[in-house]
């Protein structure tokens, strides 16, 4: 009798193969349904096309990460790259019609706007003109240039404002639409700049308030420039798709959801929206009618998983509006692309990341709800390894902590996570209070003077752990960025609770961190922490280095030197806090790395001695 598809026990993943595993992206399709996409199977993402036929064809080799979008009408990539993580992003091109420099190197790419000292984010790609941000004119605002590819002549419609996040011209060349960021935690201001204004005459259209407590996202232009279709949270809890119109600065209500986060994404003639619904992490798609909002069908996923997320692009209609190629992450599908079709609702993959875990099957979370103190519910998911590797790892608990804080931990393939479960230990993923995706409120919840409170649901996931047959005297605390705060935090405010901490580029002090790091992101993350001015007390209260004396646990960190944004300082001040106290602590430095590895050959040298760190301190 052959056995069914469930029945055999599946080997647990390896380390060598979590290691190796190879994740894809999706950047752009031009016209011809050629598909610009991203892999890091050479240890680093880097870009490939996907042409119709299935053809593969390697287009670029840059020493660190990069993207890219094509430029319309021609066999021409805008590759965006920077210098090993450091986020100062420059633009250079890349002609596919001339294949002999394919794979390119840095040499091969013909320079388009290139200034080390700065970072340049591009945010449009038109036929024959760019836009994109950079904070080149101070080093902290960023300034909305518009260059004509033709000429190299730029003009700057927009400038004085730090963090601008997107900027797009209307298709007739009227209207500049930007969205920058307000004094209010997790909010946005709308503004139109009339292109076809004088020179310095006319003051920029405000679409939304300077005060409102919402987020303005995605925007897309109607095709006949009359308004925009967007993502925003005004006067709502969950964000919803709407529509502005120009001539009547009325608000419509296309898509909403009471219980549920929805995105949206028009398409190029204006005649659909591909909606996303945040359903606790993980993605249900939909096309709807642009004029009405109304649902015309369900678009399929191969997996329960997300499609957005911070390492995946934006999904993006192919020119003609037929097709919607974007990226997958899930549970059992590390990161793939998928075209959508919209006729019908299918969608095809066309990759297989799955196809380097063999036979060996990832962990499943398991979907909990833990109750606080004060009566809140966290979101959790449970990770337990199926064949763990080190049978006496059994019982230990490491909580993984997103980072953010305004991040959300979903449903994909976290080789972390997996690498965790696969060593033995059942692993945590919670959405602590601050986490997006479960409304504004909840998001909210831990800004400024309430910074402590999200800490504290460390404490209630850690009373828990008994619920569900875990060794509260064997628990650690794993995170990154913001994650890596909360890590740092844990330690220091709840020392008789945690085993071991592994922090991954974390803030060590609220007040450094803002003191040092880079002065275009000071006053963005200030709206979210408190600033140095008003709120320097409580940071310094709230921060892990100020209670370092009560810190008693191990630790290992990891940080890149070149990151900034947690710059390395932070890492290098708590280290010879706790080795002068005699504590065991391990800093581990990476000097081609940003914030975070994003280098595979760094985290095969990380990783393992993460893992045997944690073997040593949570075995029984």
Known sequence: MVPQWGSVPRMSLGLDQLLAVSVYRSFDIDAAGRILSGTDESGSMQLIEISPDGTVDRLTALPSACGGRYLPGE?????????????????????????????????????????????????????????????????????????????????????????????????????????????????????????????????P????????????????????????????????????????????????????????DVTGWLSPDGSMILAERNDDGRSVLTLHDAATGARIRDVALPAAGCITD??????????????????????????DILLADAADGTARLLTTSARSLGDASPAIPEVHRIRTDDGELIPCFVYRGTQPSDAALAGSAVLVVHGGPEGQAKRNFNPVVQMLAAAGHT???????????????????DDVELRLDSVADLGAIHAYLPEIGLD?????????????????????????????????VGISSLVTFLQNTSPYRRALREREYGTLARHREFLHAASPLTRIDAIRAPLFILHGANDPRVPLSEAEQIHAALASRGLECELLVYGDEGHGLAKRANRADAYPKALAFLARHLGP
């Open 310 to 335: 911070v390492p995946l692009p934006e999904p993006r209609w192919s020119p003609d509006s037929r097709t919607v190629p974007m990226s997958i992450s899930a549970d059992e599908m590390p990161g």
């Open 472 to 504: 509260p005297a064997r628990a650690a605390l794993w995170g990154g960025s913001y994650g890596g705060y909360m890590v740092l935090a844990g330690l220091a405010f709840q020392p008789g609770l945690w085993t071991a901490g592994v922090d991954i």
């Open 75 to 203: 066999r021409v990539v805008i590759v965006s790259h920077d210098d090993g993580g450091n986020e100062r992003r420059q633009l250079s091109l890349l002609r596919l019609s001339a294949p002999d420099a394919i794979p390119a190197r840095l040499d091969d790419l013909q320079p388009l706007v290139r200034d080390p000292r700065y970072r340049h984010t591009l945010t449009q790609v038109s036929p024959g003109r760019i836009c994109y941000l950079t904070n080149r004119g101070n080093g902290i605002d960023s300034d909305v240039v518009l260059r004509d590819l033709a000429t190299g002549a730029e003009k700057i419609p927009f400038t004085g404002s730090p963090g601008v996040s997107e900027a797009t011209v209307s298709p007739d060349g009227r209207w500049l639409a930007v969205s920058r960021p307000t004094d209010v935690a997790m909010s946005d201001q709308i503004l139109l700049v009339d292109l076809a204004a004088p020179a310095g005459d006319g003051e």
């Open 427 to 445: 692993v945590l993923v919670p959405n602590v209070r601050g986490s997006r995706g479960y409304g504004k409120r909840w998001y909210s919840a």
């Open 205 to 260: 259209r405000s679409v939304s308030g300077p005060a409102e407590h919402a987020i303005y996202m995605r925007l897309c232009w109607l095709p006949g420039s009359e308004g925009l279709v967007l993502t925003t949270n005004r006067e709502r809890d969950f964000t919803a798709v709407a529509r502005y119109d120009i001539a009547t600065a009325g608000w419509t209500w296309l898509i909403t959801d009471d219980e549920h």
